[in-house]
């Protein structure tokens, strides 16, 4: 399969899941777009899968929905409480991580020593597109931006927003799901409010290193045999 049937593929799954889940969170098309700060036509050709949003373009969408980004790679389901989210300056947020998007591209195209090129050999895709893509001239189409780093050996994943005011909702929002998924008597023993001193010693350890670790437990060990004799 070609790159761009690939692209092709992934377009239409992908407007799928966006009408679904604007439905899903009972949105017009019109309050959809303003909440996600795209233009009416540009989120109707989404959904239509005449076009693609960039990867910044459907961390807004996800945001302005309250879904999880991942759910934009799932199957279709059908959700209908939705929790209102912050309103943000989107649009703005969006033109920043065109430009971080861009500069990762790049990045994972290097860390596979491709030049511009070889991508552009290999993607069909001109290098001037190419290199206005990595610059943050030009909004990358998720298909093809997963297009492009599959070439380039790399994981969408690695260029989710991780530290910027969607990504720390997302990241709120995966560490939900998790603690739903723990066994009960885990759930009710994080929400004991005695339990905090054991949850903030384990989140202390789980930053040290190795070698500080194993310091720490030699030293634990040769204070309980001192106290055991």
């Known amino acids: 399969m070609s790159i761009q049937d690939q692209v092709d593929h992934r377009s239409k799954k992908l407007a799928a899941l966006i009408r679904d889940a604007r439905l899903a969170a009972r949105k017009s098309l019109n309050k959809c777009a303003q909440l996600a700060g795209v233009e009416i036509d540009v989120l109707r050709s989404w959904e239509d899968g005449l076009s693609a949003p960039s990867l910044p373009e459907l961390e807004a969408l996800a945001y302005a929905l309250h879904r999880p980004l991942h759910y934009f790679w799932g199957e279709r389901v059908k959700t209908v409480d939705v929790p209102l989210t912050e309103s943000m300056n989107l649009p703005a947020l969006i033109g920043i991580r065109q430009r971080m998007v861009g500069a990762l591209l790049r990045q994972q195209r290097k860390n596979a020593n491709l030049s511009l090129a070889a991508l552009s050999e290999q993607s069909g895709i001109s290098r001037t597109r190419l290199n206005g893509y990595e610059m943050g001239e030009h909004p990358i189409p998720l298909p093809l931006l997963e297009g492009l780093l599959t070439l380039c050996g790399g994981q969408i994943e690695a260029l989710f927003d991780q530290k910027g005011p969607i990504g720390q909702w997302m990241n709120q ?34 930053n040290m290193s190795a070698d500080k670790l194993r310091s720490v437990a030699e030293d634990l060990v040769e204070k309980i045999s001192k106290y055991d004799r």
Not at 175 to 201: G, H, M
């Open 173 to 206: 929002q995966n560490a939900a799901q998790d603690f739903i998924k723990l066994p009960p008597e885990l759930q009710n023993f994080v929400t004991r409010p005695l339990s905090r001193p054991y949850l903030e010693l384990a989140w202390k350890l789980s």
